[in-house]
């Protein structure tokens, strides 16, 4: 009996309404967490001084590290403009729909990972949005004085609108990235999950991401940075969470269940359960006889020492019988 998969040791014991229940409950939490994400980015919407000053901040600071330049990164990538098209569409229409396809995808074919991915981009997100609160920062195409230009504007298409009549969107949510960190931590789950040698080409996304960020002036390099380093948290949050350290004793202790142990644990079953029990082994000494190879050597080993017909000891005459009231053996063919 092979042991059962992780998506059936999940799946088979919640049923069929047990895993809708279980798909609405997520559903809802992932809803509600996304709107109070969206919800906490408007509280720093008018901060714009704050969030100017902060952009000529981050633009020295970057250029003490000797990064480089996001404004050469930018003018390169408009030499095509139909590959600033390209990232305009990819930045506005990939971030979302990459992310929760992956949560739907592990919902469907892992729990427990997905479970433990939706903590680690749960906690990501609500320290990205006390940053966003905290340190209001205006993305670099908010910045023409240093040369930057709105791609979406002038190539379409364009998720923002005018920032001062705009109180539904942030616009001051650049640091940090939450499209990096998100694209890295599907990389990092689809890697995990799948053992296909094709899956490191995911990691193809946050490269991609990060690429489209800069070149589409949306956000810094120091703000994609910030958005990779914010996973760790998640992690160990993800690892530590009470909730969920008794979800994995939860899930071990069902997963050595009766119904999911190996093959060779059957035979250690008592009658009762239903298994077979094996039979003893003839080389057993548990047995309680002499093992029968061991047997059968000992009695060759006896024909072997047995005295020849013609010296007379024991035998009477023509070797028909031996003496006495012992086994009656034929004589060898000479």
Known sequence: MSTATTRERVLKPIGRRGRLIDF?????????????????RTLSVHEVGQA???????WSFERTLRLPSE????????????LVTVANIYY????????????????WRDRDSYRWY????????????????????????????????????????????????????NQFAAMPSLHVGWAVVVAIGVVTVLKSPWRWLVFLHPAATLAVVVATANHYWIDGIVGIVLILPGILAARWHP???VRARWSTSRASGDDLVRGDD????????????????????????????KRLIATNS????????????????????????????RCPSR
């Not at 506005?92 to 919902?107: D, I, N, R, S």
């Not at 997100?125 to 966003?132: C, E, P, R, V």
């Not at 240093?146 to 791609?151: K, P």
């Not at 002038?154 to 920032?163: D, E, I, K, Q, R």
Request: charged residues 15%; proline residues 10%; hydrophobic residues 40%.
């Open 52 to 58: 100017i000053g902060n952009a000529w901040h981050v």
């Open 92 to 107: 506005a229409g990939v971030h979302f729909p990459a992310t929760f396809g992956f949560l739907a995808w592990l919902w």
């Open 24 to 40: 609405i409950r997520e559903f809802a939490l992932i809803a509600a967490l996304f709107g109070v994400y969206k919800l906490g």
């Open 266 to 293: 059957l035979e250690q079953r008592d009658d009762h359960t239903g298994a077979p029990v094996p039979l003893p082994s003839p080389r057993s000494p548990s047995s309680g006889e002499e093992p029968a190879q």
């Open 302 to 329: 006896s024909r072997r020492r047995m005295p020849h017909p013609t010296s007379g000891s024991g035998w009477s005459g023509s070797c028909s019988k031996r003496s006495g009231p012992t086994t009656a053996f």
């Open 71 to 82: 404004l050469t990164f930018q003018q390169e990538a408009m030499r095509w403009p139909s």
């Open 118 to 169: 939706r903590t680690v981009l749960a906690v990501m997100t609500a320290i990205a949005l006390a940053i966003h609160i905290a340190y209001p920062l205006a993305p670099p195409r908010m910045m023409p004085s240093l040369g930057f230009v709105d791609t979406g504007r002038l190539f379409g298409p364009s998720v923002y609108s005018n920032a001062d009549t705009d109180a539904v969107t």
């Open 243 to 245: 909730i969920a350290r």
